[in-house]
């Protein structure tokens, strides 16, 4: 890490309420809720994090200060056992009664929905994971948090989902950053940007400890066939000029396959048809528009028919 002082940008003679206000203000400018699409974004207020982790404990402060320990917390002497760096180094939370990150983080974490998400749960602050997944905390160092700061990082990555898969809860293939492929079963009725942990599939840890884990963040592909309205689905159906005008029996496309519409006599084609329960997850209605399509290149027969009616047997659609 870079110099805990220039990242934060306080000199060192900062104290602690302006070493406080400086983090408070990188917190919220890069943290990962307001910057879902930007790892360089979750870099930073994990850089920022670290760096006020180390400046808020008063004896890592001194001993940087005086040169025994780098940015990262690693005593600067030969003979250091990296083994020890998760227990002394980074791990344990200040005990000197300052405020710490995760302090910071509760402030205003409420103007972003509530729990942190994904990278911003854990953003190496050394405290519990919120795992929205499963809606509760995981991976919590009750005794200091030396083994949550020796796992690796976490990486973000987007899965691009059709509504049929969403519906079906299936299992989709996702490529992670190192290029591997993993099948990853989404939970029942996802929702569009809700996150999937894969524990264990993120950054090896530098220092041989766990993992980190894999946050990935569901996004809806636009359907071919089918416009969301919430749970409601809507699709075009096009018909001919004669089955509009007789009546037909025709095959509607939806999420758990073709059901057959009747179709009666002169239905009008101005309003949508509702298949109720045909929905996502079946919790909303699937609304049909009918669409006449004419014949292509036009049909003379067709043309004198309709100056027939036009002329004989008018009707106003319009005020």
Do not use: C
């Amino acid at each position: 890490m870079r110099d805990p002082y220039t990242v934060l940008g306080v000199p060192r003679t900062a104290g602690e309420k302006d070493i406080k206000s400086a983090y408070r203000k990188l917190a919220k400018k890069y943290h990962p809720d307001q910057n879902p699409e930007d790892p360089g974004a979750q870099a930073k207020f994990a850089e920022a994090t670290n760096a006020y982790d180390l400046l808020n404990d008063a004896g890592k402060r001194a001993q940087f200060d005086r040169g025994e320990i780098d940015a990262d917390g690693n005593p600067r002497f030969a003979g250091f056992n990296p083994g020890s760096y998760g227990g002394s180094a980074r791990g344990a939370r200040s005990a000197q009664g300052g405020f710490s990150a995760e302090d910071i983080l509760k402030e205003f974490m409420n103007g972003f929905g509530g729990q942190p998400r994904g990278a911003a749960g854990r953003a190496s602050t050394g405290g519990a994971q919120w795992d929205p997944f499963t809606g509760a905390a995981a991976g919590g160092g009750g005794g200091g948090g030396g083994s949550t700061r020796s796992k690796g990082e976490d990486v973000v990555v987007t899965a691009a989902v059709s509504l049929e898969d969403a519906h079906k809860a299936a299992s989709i293939p996702v490529r992670m950053p190192s290029g591997k492929v993993l099948s990853v079963k989404l939970p029942e009725k996802v929702e569009e940007n809700q996150q999937i942990r894969l524990k264990g599939q993120g950054q090896p840890s530098p220092i041989g400890g766990e993992n980190g884990d894999a946050l990935v963040t569901v996004k809806f592909e636009k359907s071919k066939t089918f416009r969301r309205d919430g749970s409601d689905l809507r699709t075009d159906l096009p018909i001919t000029l004669y089955e509009a005008v007789l009546g037909v029996k025709v095959r509607v496309p939806t999420l758990d396959g073709s059901v057959e519409l009747n179709l009666p006599p002169g239905v009008d084609t101005g309003k949508s048809l509702r298949l109720k329960g045909k929905g996502l997850y079946g919790d909303g209605d699937l609304y049909v528009n009918l669409k006449v399509v004419l014949p292509p290149g036009g049909d003379p027969d067709l043309e004198s028919l309709m100056r027939f009616w036009r002329d004989q047997k008018p009707y106003k659609v319009r005020d």
